[in-house]
């Protein structure tokens, strides 16, 4: 892991009156470049080769004299490959540019996290250890730190033959590497169907079959709480929830939207068995009743990082819960970056959000903001590691 001292010593070399954000061009890019430039400054995105058209013609920043009037990316770089944003002249054109970064899951998805911990020597806003326990094959994975924390969460079952209620089968999709070949099962019988139905379709491998996590189903509505750890505040709270949003997922959605004699008679592996490949976002509130259990989850897990991942969250993170029927939370994942859905409230910014900055403030213009206040506050070297 790269020391706080090696990251200090690069952020002390900076011209702070010419910082840039950097992130990697996919996941929720749009919202952190989109709050940066907000904020003032100028971004930078790193792309992959056939799919960086998005963020090189589409969203390409339009500026009179010096002020954004269109579009939210300044500069860019196409890369063959995402991974060679690890390549030491890469990395020494960011520090040249002065350029802290934001982490996103597709970064932490495509760099292995080693590379990210040991050589990645840019200052990323938040906190590089953490990101490590979003692996669910991690033994301090983001399930042990729920249990240091004493928070909810499905129960794991063990092994298929324990399957005695509707549970659901965590695994990676074979050929969407970074798309899910979750399943449910309510029983051994149906584990052993489903899985050999995914298997012999090539959705599924045996190898990640075989370390699945199974647990508990929860019947319930699923909201992702999109919360922010400010370490810079000395008065108010530090803890802020900015947003609630949901998933779209394909196959599944359209497989709830067919009424129930429709979905009895699918036909094939493709039809029967519904794929969570998440395809989009859209914005939600919860009940104000539920807000304050809302935020003591977020609070205990925030106290638990700051216990065992020293120095702690810092900035966005988000907490994935489904709502059962007697209005308990359960966290089935936790972020701890900037959440997947954020640009559904970008630029427009959240109702939570906004109330609490009167002002449209999403997750991606909170982060710039917090870059914004520590630069001003010449604390930079605290919200980064």
């Given amino acids: 892991m790269l020391s706080s001292d090696e990251i200090r010593g690069i952020v002390s070399g900076y011209d702070l009156k010419k910082l840039s954000a950097g992130m990697l061009a996919s996941h929720s ?3 952190a470049a989109d ?21 090189v013609r589409y969203f390409k920043s339009g500026r009179a004299g010096g002020r954004i ?23 020494e054109n960011m520090r040249k540019k002065n350029t802290v970064f934001i982490p996103n899951r597709s970064f932490t998805s495509y760099i292995p996290v080693k590379e990210i911990e040991d050589d990645f020597k840019v200052p990323l806003v938040g906190t590089r250890n953490l990101l490590r326990t979003e ?21 794991e079952i063990k092994r298929p033959e324990d399957i005695n209620c509707l549970a659901i089968v965590k695994l990676h999709h074979a050929k969407k590497k ?70 779209f997922e394909s196959s599944l959605d359209g497989h709830v939207r067919l009424p129930a004699a429709q979905q ?32 003591t989850l977020a ?58 900055w009167h002002k449209p403030m999403s997750t991606g213009r909170r982060t710039a903001r917090l870059i914004r206040d520590a630069v001003e506050q010449e604390r930079l070297e605290e919200i980064v590691t």
Avoid at 41 to 47: G, I, P, S
Avoid at 279 to 295: D, I, K, V
Avoid at 303 to 327: E, R, W
């Fill in 178 to 247: 970074l798309e899910r070949g979750f399943f449910t099962a309510a029983n051994f019988r149906e584990y052993e169907r489903k899985a050999g139905e995914l298997l012999k379709a090539k959705v599924i491998t045996k190898e990640d079959l075989a370390s699945a996590r199974i647990e508990d189903y929860i019947i319930g509505p699923v909201f992702n709480l999109d919360f922010f750890y400010n370490p810079l505040e000395d008065e108010l709270s530090k803890l802020e929830l900015l947003g609630v949003d949901w998933r």
């Fill in 299 to 356: 609070e205990k897990w925030v106290t638990a990082t700051q216990k065992h991942y020293k120095p702690g969250i810092i900035g966005a993170f988000c907490l994935q819960t489904c709502v059962d029927k007697d209005l308990k939370f359960h966290i089935y994942d936790v972020a701890p970056r900037i959440g997947g859905g954020t640009n559904v409230h970008m630029n427009v910014g959240h109702p939570y959000g906004n109330a609490l």
């Fill in 69 to 91: 009037v269109r579009g939210c990316v300044d500069e860019f770089k196409v890369y063959e490959k995402f991974k060679q944003i690890t390549e030491p002249s890469e990395q």
């Fill in 29 to 31: 890019a749009l919202d």
């Fill in 35 to 55: 709050g940066a430039v907000e904020e003032g400054f100028r971004t930078v995105l790193y792309c992959q080769k056939g799919r960086e058209q998005t963020y």
């Fill in 264 to 295: 009895m008679s699918l036909a094939g592996t493709a039809q029967e068995i519904p794929e969570y490949t998440v395809c989009g976002h859209n914005s939600a509130t919860l009940r104000e009743s539920l807000l304050e259990n809302a935020f």
């Fill in 135 to 155: 692996e669910r094959s991690e033994k301090q994975s983001y399930y042990w730190l729920l249990d240091k924390a004493g928070l909810p969460y499905p129960k």
